[in-house]
């Protein structure tokens, strides 16, 4: 299968999967964009790839599949409009990017006959450019009715990407999955650097000191799991450390005190520990805050 691609957005998301789908043998033969910077851009980059204003300038029969890579918030409006337009062949796949809405946003498109749904890359697009050896291997969350999965997944397994069929119905916490995997890895290492910064004598301390652990234990998750890799005083139920470190973050960064409260209790449980030494954790970070200095 080498499948023609048509996108409907220019930002981060279709600008990266246009570049991964052509690296991996694709066409993409139109990208469409209101923004006429966006598609400026978008024309340098793939020259033999017809760039329009307007859904309505569409005017192709050889599109195998359509993304719709754009906001969340646009989608149903998006779909809408490919809908009135009339201007795909019924045979196009049609699929939204976002993880958070159901194949339900495309309910215009479904109505006309389309096969429709949604197949989210579990990735991170932070840049304008997210360049293909990013996209190689991850995960696709698809969802929709049984023909959709079916398609989605031939075309996920064309791009190299490992397809994860999703509950429609729970398809919330599917993405609170991904934010939690994408987002709030880089919160507690934007609060590590904190707490190591405020530690440190040095000036040059922070996060490339931590960074080496970080990467350590992401390799150590790939062949086991996270009960096996967890270590640290919550595992080992030590009282000690754990008092320590609470009354330190109380005294000098009492913003970081809440998650590290919540996340040492979540460890323990990880790591095994009884409800008995559970209790024990949270009553001694709270013994160790209500202290006076």
Same mark, same amino acid.
């Given at each position: 299968?080498? %499948?023609?691609?048509?996108? +409907? #957005?220019? @930002?981060?998301? $279709?600008?990266?999967?246009?570049?991964?789908?052509? &690296?991996?043998? *694709?066409?993409?033969?139109?990208?469409?964009?209101?923004?006429?910077?966006?598609?400026?851009?978008?024309?340098?980059?793939?020259?033999?790839?017809?760039?329009?204003?307007?859904?309505?300038?569409?005017?192709?029969?050889?599109?195998?599949?359509?993304?719709?890579?754009?906001?969340?918030?646009?989608?149903?409006?998006?779909?809408?409009?490919?809908?009135?337009?009339?201007?795909?062949?019924?045979?196009?796949?049609?699929?939204?990017?976002?993880?958070?809405?159901?194949?339900?946003?495309?309910?215009?498109?479904?109505?006309?006959?389309?096969?429709?749904?949604?197949?989210?890359?579990?990735?991170?697009?932070?840049?304008?450019?997210?360049?293909? %050896?990013?996209?190689?291997? +991850? #995960?696709? @969350?698809?969802? $929709?009715?049984?023909?959709?999965?079916?398609?989605? &997944?031939?075309? *996920?397994?064309?791009?190299?990407?490992?397809?994860?069929?999703?509950?429609?119905?729970?398809?919330?916490?599917?993405?609170?999955?991904?934010?939690?995997?994408?987002?709030?890895?880089?919160?507690?290492?934007?609060?590590?650097?904190?707490?190591?910064?405020?530690?440190?004598?040095?000036?040059?301390?922070?996060?490339?000191?931590?960074?080496?652990?970080?990467?350590?234990?992401?390799?150590?998750?790939?062949?086991?799991?996270?009960?096996?890799?967890?270590?640290?005083?919550?595992?080992?139920?030590?009282?000690?450390?754990?008092?320590?470190?609470?009354?330190?973050?109380?005294?000098?960064?009492?913003?970081?005190?809440?998650?590290?409260?919540?996340?040492?209790?979540?460890?323990?449980?990880? @790591?095994?520990?009884?409800?008995?030494?559970?209790?024990?954790?949270?009553?001694?970070?709270?013994?160790?805050?209500?202290?006076?200095?």
């Amino acid at each position: 299968m080498n %499948p023609r691609i048509g996108i +409907i #957005g220019a @930002g981060r998301v $279709g600008s990266a999967l246009a570049h991964y789908a052509i &690296s991996r043998g *694709a066409s993409v033969r139109w990208i469409v964009d209101c923004d006429a910077a966006a598609l400026e851009r978008m024309a340098e980059h793939f020259p033999e790839t017809w760039t329009k204003q307007y859904i309505s300038d569409i005017h192709t029969t050889d599109t195998d599949i359509c993304i719709l890579a754009v906001p969340d918030t646009a989608i149903p409006d998006v779909a809408h409009a490919l809908a009135d337009a009339d201007v795909l062949p019924r045979s196009t796949l049609v699929m939204h990017t976002s993880g958070v809405l159901s194949s339900d946003a495309l309910w215009p498109l479904a109505a006309r006959g389309y096969t429709c749904g949604a197949a989210h890359p579990m990735q991170s697009f932070p840049a304008l450019h997210v360049g293909p %050896p990013a996209l190689v291997g +991850i #995960g696709c @969350g698809i969802e $929709g009715c049984d023909e959709f999965r079916t398609l989605a &997944s031939d075309f *996920a397994h064309f791009l190299e990407w490992r397809p994860l069929h999703i509950d429609t119905t729970r398809k919330e916490l599917y993405h609170a999955s991904c934010v939690i995997a994408g987002n709030f890895l880089t919160v507690l290492a934007a609060q590590a650097d904190t707490l190591l910064h405020l530690a440190s004598l040095s000036e040059d301390g922070g996060l490339p000191y931590l960074l080496p652990m970080m990467e350590t234990v992401l390799s150590r998750l790939r062949v086991a799991a996270p009960a096996h890799v967890l270590t640290g005083p919550a595992a080992r139920g030590d009282l000690d450390a754990i008092t320590a470190h609470a009354r330190q973050i109380q005294a000098y960064a009492p913003d970081l005190f809440p998650s590290y409260r919540a996340l040492t209790l979540e460890a323990a449980k990880l @790591g095994g520990l009884s409800t008995e030494q559970i209790i024990d954790i949270s009553e001694s970070i709270d013994n160790a805050t209500s202290e006076k200095p």
